[in-house]
């Protein structure tokens, strides 16, 4: 594992997780997919999905890269604990400048030169995650950011709020390349989050849980003349469910023999009609987490390597109770009974899914399914 105490050599990084890890090349990225449907693909920011040459965008599907390949740099060197990480295509560079001014300019440069062909732009900006290196606390921002909410050099808060509002200007200018462009009408536009907020009151729990806190993230989607300006909606949808959404506005079909856990939520978006999800699952070393519907089951876990004694967890109904304060796990045990059967099956499932496997057969018989009830490879 990667050490926040060590500044790495050249070699020493060689042979760290971040560069002998990475995404599956069985996986089926959304670029490849809509590669495959003849549109061009851009990713400008942060890939955390491998650093080795097999797993780096451009052989991932993705036509046009720059940005990192890992959990995170520092915003100005675009170093990784002392090692430069930053790449154009499948090349290290180096380069001046504040990343996130850096993957907005990237961005316009892409729209510039596909303008007059369907694309597909992905810009996960780092902003306002942690910077990775041993002088700053937190994240980095530019002075002119800072200042908007204080005196220099800011406190660690006052930078996390300026570089929100310089990524906030950041996607402004991007909007507006593909308003100057004509395009505004044509593309449809979507911002969210990878994880909840390490605080997300008044909702219980953070980042690395499954309250909804840990899970509930902001989700904004804006296309003129099909999704109605200024519309709300309450209903259950997941990150899961953005790659049959592109497919459906590319009018590509999903790669053969490939199951997607999604669905498309264009009727959500555009009608403000029903979801057709109304389950999810979730596991993180030993943590675990499902809703059926209005009801939701948390286990978790003061240590994120220890599997707790008790597995019962606690039991919320979140049509009444979405701050999760009050626990009906012994109201109910006949709801508690069934969600948690229906996370073993999902468990299961998930061993059964794919040849690779996502969890080792040690993992599967500490939770206690070692009974020849799955099938690993």
Same mark, same amino acid.
């Given at each position: 594992?990667?050490?926040? #105490?060590?500044?790495?050599?050249?070699?020493?990084?060689?042979?760290?997780?971040?560069?002998?890890?990475?995404?599956?090349?069985?996986?089926?990225?959304?670029?490849?997919?809509?590669?495959?449907?003849?549109?061009?693909?851009?990713?400008?920011?942060?890939?955390?999905?491998?650093?080795?040459?097999?797993?780096?965008?451009?052989?991932?599907?993705?036509?046009?890269?720059?940005?990192?390949?890992?959990?995170?740099?520092?915003?100005?060197?675009?170093?990784?604990?002392?090692?430069?990480?930053?790449?154009?295509?499948?090349?290290?560079?180096?380069?001046?400048?504040?990343?996130?001014?850096?993957?907005?300019?990237?961005?316009?440069?892409?729209?510039?030169?596909?303008? /007059?062909?369907?694309?597909?732009?992905? !810009?996960?900006f780092?902003?306002?995650?942690?910077?990775?290196?041993?002088?700053?606390?937190?994240?980095?921002?530019?002075?002119?950011?800072?200042?908007?909410?204080?005196e220099?050099?800011?406190?660690?808060?006052q930078?996390?709020?300026?570089?929100?509002?310089?990524? #906030?200007?950041?996607?402004?200018?991007?909007?507006?390349?593909?308003?100057?462009?004509?395009?505004?009408e044509?593309?449809?536009?979507?911002?969210?989050?990878?994880?909840?907020?390490g605080?997300?009151?008044?909702?219980?729990?953070?980042?690395?849980?499954?309250?909804?806190?840990?899970?509930?993230?902001?989700?904004?989607?804006?296309?003129?003349?099909?999704?109605?300006?200024?519309? !709300?909606?309450?209903?259950?949808?997941?990150?899961?469910?953005?790659?049959?959404?592109?497919?459906?506005?590319?009018?590509?079909?999903?790669?053969?023999?490939?199951?997607?856990?999604?669905?498309?939520?264009?009727? !959500?978006?555009t009608?403000?009609g029903?979801?057709?999800?109304?389950?999810?699952?979730?596991?993180?070393?030993?943590?675990?987490?499902?809703?059926?519907?209005?009801?939701?089951?948390?286990? /978790?876990?003061?240590?994120?390597?220890?599997?707790?004694?008790?597995?019962?967890?606690?039991?919320? #109904?979140?049509?009444?109770?979405k701050?999760?304060?009050?626990?009906?796990?012994?109201?109910?045990?006949?709801?508690?009974?069934?969600?948690?059967?229906e996370w073993d099956?999902?468990?299961?499932?998930?061993?059964?899914?794919?040849?690779?496997?996502?969890?080792?057969?040690?993992?599967?018989d500490?939770?206690?399914?070692?009974?020849?009830?799955?099938?690993?490879?």
């Amino acid at each position: 594992m990667v050490n926040y #105490d060590h500044q790495y050599t050249e070699l020493e990084y060689c042979f760290g997780p971040e560069m002998t890890q990475g995404l599956d090349v069985r996986e089926v990225t959304i670029a490849q997919a809509l590669n495959d449907g003849g549109y061009r693909t851009g990713i400008f920011g942060k890939w955390d999905s491998g650093r080795a040459p097999q797993y780096l965008p451009l052989q991932r599907g993705f036509d046009d890269f720059y940005g990192f390949c890992n959990t995170g740099i520092d915003y100005y060197t675009h170093e990784r604990y002392g090692m430069p990480s930053l790449f154009r295509g499948n090349r290290r560079i180096t380069e001046e400048g504040y990343a996130t001014d850096l993957f907005k300019r990237e961005a316009i440069r892409f729209i510039e030169e596909n303008k /007059d062909e369907p694309f597909f732009l992905y !810009v996960p900006f780092n902003a306002p995650y942690g910077a990775s290196n041993h002088d700053v606390q937190g994240a980095q921002a530019p002075p002119e950011y800072i200042r908007m909410y204080g005196e220099l050099p800011g406190t660690r808060r006052q930078r996390y709020m300026a570089a929100i509002t310089c990524m #906030d200007d950041a996607i402004g200018a991007i909007l507006e390349k593909l308003a100057q462009s004509g395009l505004e009408e044509e593309t449809l536009v979507m911002f969210t989050a990878d994880q909840g907020a390490g605080s997300n009151d008044p909702l219980r729990g953070g980042k690395g849980n499954f309250y909804e806190g840990g899970i509930r993230t902001p989700f904004v989607a804006k296309w003129p003349g099909h999704i109605p300006a200024g519309a !709300v909606s309450d209903e259950f949808c997941s990150t899961l469910d953005l790659f049959p959404t592109f497919l459906s506005v590319a009018e590509t079909q999903p790669p053969e023999n490939i199951i997607l856990d999604g669905y498309d939520i264009l009727p !959500v978006l555009t009608e403000l009609g029903e979801s057709m999800r109304n389950k999810q699952f979730w596991e993180l070393r030993g943590k675990r987490g499902a809703r059926i519907g209005q009801w939701k089951w948390v286990l /978790d876990t003061e240590d994120r390597w220890v599997f707790p004694d008790d597995e019962t967890g606690q039991l919320f #109904d979140l049509s009444t109770d979405k701050e999760e304060q009050h626990n009906l796990a012994t109201e109910r045990p006949d709801v508690l009974k069934a969600i948690k059967a229906e996370w073993d099956n999902w468990m299961i499932e998930m061993a059964a899914a794919e040849p690779r496997g996502p969890f080792s057969k040690a993992y599967f018989d500490k939770l206690g399914y070692g009974n020849g009830n799955y099938r690993l490879w």
